[in-house]
């Protein structure tokens, strides 16, 4: 098994920067790729950017030039530093980790959620 536990989250004004943090615990050989993903009300989990294990980066056309996504790999943790934040950013934030256990097993694991909320 394989935890992450997401952090960060919290109420900021419009223009405001926050950062989210996620760390991974567990038995697990290798951690691919890393993504951060969010769920608005009333809408779509969406992904907002993803890091491969070789650090290839990839980023929703609605948060390119914001957002930056970076990965520690001896701390097992994933981070989203968010800039120039807008009310459209407001959601729940979810991280998620393609890992590899032992014996080759591979799946997707997914953290509890953070929420981030942007004021007007």
């Known amino acids: 098994q394989v935890h992450l536990v997401e952090s960060g989250g919290g109420l900021v004004q419009a223009g405001g920067s926050l950062r989210l943090s996620c760390e991974a615990s567990?038995?697990?050989?290798?951690?691919?790729?890393m993504a951060w993903h969010r769920r608005a009300p009333g809408k779509s989990r969406e992904v907002v950017a993803q890091?491969?294990?070789?650090?290839?980066?990839n980023y929703a056309d609605s948060v390119k030039g914001r957002f930056t996504i970076a990965r520690d790999n001896g701390r097992n943790t994933v981070y989203l530093q968010m800039s120039s934040l807008k009310p459209e950013d407001t959601a729940v934030y979810y991280c998620?980790?393609?890992?590899?256990?032992?014996?080759?097993?591979?799946?997707?694991?997914w953290g509890q959620g953070t929420q981030v909320t942007v004021s007007s």
């Open positions: 998620s980790a393609h890992v590899t256990l032992p014996g080759n097993y591979q799946y997707t694991s």
């Open positions: 567990g038995s697990f050989v290798s951690i691919n790729n």
């Open positions: 890091i491969t294990g070789e650090n290839s980066l």
